[in-house]
């Protein structure tokens, strides 16, 4: 008792070596991929003899192509990759210059090379290939003022002194907002709006000067730009025609039921930011703007593209769009049943809720009733109601056809990644620059 462990006598050195020898041998076969032949191999008769190639499969080397594409093959399924690298035309024309070049002896990059010197090569070459483009940015109004606010931020935050005096001066605070999405841009120049007072403040206190020396020609370009009127008039005409943009995403992205408040807040959307473009613009409403058509297109390729027909469907069941009250307040609105665009996607919904069976002419004929105040919703009640109770409320003393449809949220996510902010340097781009 108390001796420890012994050794064992029956274990020599050289069983002792083995034993040590094991755990590397385990390692080293794990790294090693296992030697299994490619299915174009030995793949002869039943006898084991390989069958002889023709003349025609020789002069062409088709044993020797097959085996190729069995490599490939084998890459794709021991990695994992999505066969749709398959398709990548940088892919395919690797391999061609390859079996084309003369690179006798060639061995594939590393692992560690891809992801260091050859990235960086690559990187360094698109930067280079974008700069004539990045050149005219600073040109282009929405991406000028929103690269003038992040430099103002920028020489503020980095330096402590400048820091602390814009700190004594504000309550909020500059945010560091990042740059993957189009409401950061709003958010940022939001703020910018919010603490004009505070920075005025800042450029023209005496302490200001005494920090100037450390970079006086972005000093001199802050405090110019925070003191031009001009350049405060563009930044309000950005959040004026965003704000339509910027509610109805934070409208959208809640965990209440407004499924069915999509399609009117969408319109809605689009009717304010033109109103808005346009009394700037100075421009009638049957004028012409040609900056409000390239943000039209792509607001409209945006609904197209996160539109469907549940929209629609929940659009159609909401009892207040067929009130006389709320189609007279635009001049253009359409009840639901009478938009064509409206109707056709509805009806696609409901074949695919319901199939072509007894269910679905059921509920076609209970559709029809209601948006017609037909049998089951004529009563005074239920067409008064319309107007003035709230949705699933109507539905539950009314009707029980769109109670559970109408429970459900809609969340923005999906569209709020489209207004990115290349979304917003293409439209600058493709408009002639704006001046407030």
Not at 80 to 107: D, E, I, S, T
Not at 260 to 280: A, C, F, G, P, Q
């Amino acid at each position: 008792m108390g001796n420890g462990v012994k050794p064992c006598p029956k274990v020599t050195i050289d069983v002792l070596v083995q034993l040590k020898s094991e755990p590397d041998k385990a390692d080293a076969s794990t790294k090693t991929p296992f030697n299994i032949p490619l299915p174009t191999i030995g793949n002869g008769t039943e006898s084991g003899r390989k069958r002889k190639a023709s003349a025609i499969e020789a002069s062409f080397n088709v044993d020797t192509r097959s085996q190729m594409d069995a490599l490939i093959a084998r890459m794709f399924y021991t990695t994992g990759l999505p066969f749709n690298l398959a398709r990548n035309p940088w892919f395919r024309q690797a391999f061609m210059f390859a079996a084309n070049g003369k690179l006798g002896g060639y061995v594939p990059p590393s692992y560690n090379k891809i992801r260091t010197s050859l990235l960086v090569q690559e990187k360094t070459y698109v930067e280079r290939m974008l700069q004539p483009i990045k050149s005219t940015w600073s040109s282009k109004g929405i991406n000028e003022v929103t690269s003038d606010a992040q430099h103002i931020r920028n020489f503020i935050m980095n330096h402590s002194m400048r820091l602390s005096m814009f700190n004594d001066n504000s309550k909020l605070k500059l945010l560091a907002i990042s740059k993957t999405r189009f409401t950061s841009q709003f958010v940022m120049l939001k703020r910018f709006s919010e603490i004009k007072d505070d920075l005025t403040l800042l450029v023209v206190c005496p302490r200001w000067f005494d920090y100037r020396d450390d970079n006086q020609g972005r000093a001199q370009f802050v405090k110019d730009k925070i003191l031009s009127d001009l350049w405060w008039d563009k930044v309000k005409y950005i959040l004026d025609f965003s704000e339509p943009i910027y509610s109805m995403i934070r409208a959208a992205d809640n965990d209440k039921p407004c499924l069915h408040l999509i399609y009117e807040m969408w319109d809605s959307m689009i009717e304010k930011v033109k109103t808005i473009i346009y009394l700037h613009e100075g421009k009638e409403e049957y004028d012409h703007s040609p900056f409000y058509d390239i943000f039209d297109k792509i607001l409209q390729s945006r609904w197209l593209k996160n539109n469907t027909p549940l929209h629609c469907l929940a659009h159609s069941l909401n009892p207040k769009y067929y009130t006389q009250a709320w189609l007279d307040e635009v001049n253009v609105r359409e009840a639901p049943h009478v938009d064509e665009e409206i109707s056709t996607e509805r009806n696609k919904c409901f074949r695919k809720m319901f199939g072509d069976g007894p269910e679905l002419h059921k509920i076609k004929q209970q559709f029809g009733n209601f948006s017609l105040f037909a049998a089951g919703f004529s009563s005074f009640d239920s067409i008064e109601d319309r107007t003035y109770v709230e949705l699933k409320i109507w539905w539950g003393i009314h009707g029980n056809l769109a109670l559970k449809l109408l429970g459900q949220p809609s969340s923005s996510s999906c569209a709020e990644r489209n207004w990115s902010t290349r979304m917003v340097s293409y439209i600058v781009q493709q408009a002639k620059p704006w001046t407030c």
